[in-house]
């Protein structure tokens, strides 16, 4: 199931020829991608346009990508550029101030997030992360917050070859490794 490789893995997977690793990169990004020109105040075939061009741009560097873990942040960087760049065509090619008002707002909105997009930020961050956490942790945290299987406490223990008392006090070491990665890669208080 796709959902359960990392970035890593699957830009592994589409640079050896599985194409599958493709589809399941834009299944995973599409919503984030194209969140990104909707809320800069595009319209949605302009939207439409920003998330071709981000796309292409990541097929075109995708091998030669060297830190895929940073995927993610590649995306919501790629996505704001382009999102800027067709405002900034657009105001060239308006003679109204309504465009400029539309800038000035996205000048403002660079800085700033919608919630949606903000949990699907968060949220590829946290997968970021997670890639960076590695080993123990990382197979630990899987299970007990993204394994779709939701496996109880008993099955985690059994599949982590960790005692089921282990677990809990385990979980919050891996936690607070994690929250001292997203805090090195900027996100803050987490």
């Known amino acids: 199931m796709p959902a359960e490789y990392s970035d890593h893995e699957l830009v592994s997977a589409f640079t050896s ?14 919503r984030l991608v194209y969140s990104i020109p909707l809320r ?11 998330f071709q061009t981000v796309f292409t741009r990541l097929f075109e560097h995708l091998r030669s990508m060297r830190d895929p873990q940073g995927l993610a942040a590649w995306l919501i ?12 065509k657009r105001g060239r090619e308006s ?3 309504e465009i400029e008002k539309t800038l000035a707002s996205a000048k403002k909105w660079l800085g700033n997030t919608h919630p949606d997009e903000d949990r699907w930020i968060d949220q590829a961050l946290v997968r970021d992360a997670m890639e960076h956490l590695g080993g123990r942790c990382k197979e630990l945290l899987w299970l007990l917050y993204y394994d779709p299987h939701q496996p109880s406490y008993k099955e985690v223990s059994s599949r982590v070859k960790m005692p089921l008392g282990s677990i809990g006090p385990t979980r ?16 803050g208080e987490t």
Do not use: F, H, N, P
């Not at 800069?40 to 920003?50: F, P, R």
């Open 77 to 88: 960087t790629t996505a704001k550029r382009e999102s800027w760049g067709t405002l900034r």
């Open 40 to 50: 800069a105040g595009l319209t949605e075939q302009d939207s439409a346009d920003v």
């Open 95 to 97: 003679t109204d101030g």
């Open 172 to 187: 919050a070491r891996c936690l607070q490794k994690l929250r001292r990665i997203l805090e090195s890669m900027g996100m």
């Open 17 to 30: 020829g599985q194409s599958w690793a493709w589809d399941a990169l834009i299944d995973r990004y599409k």
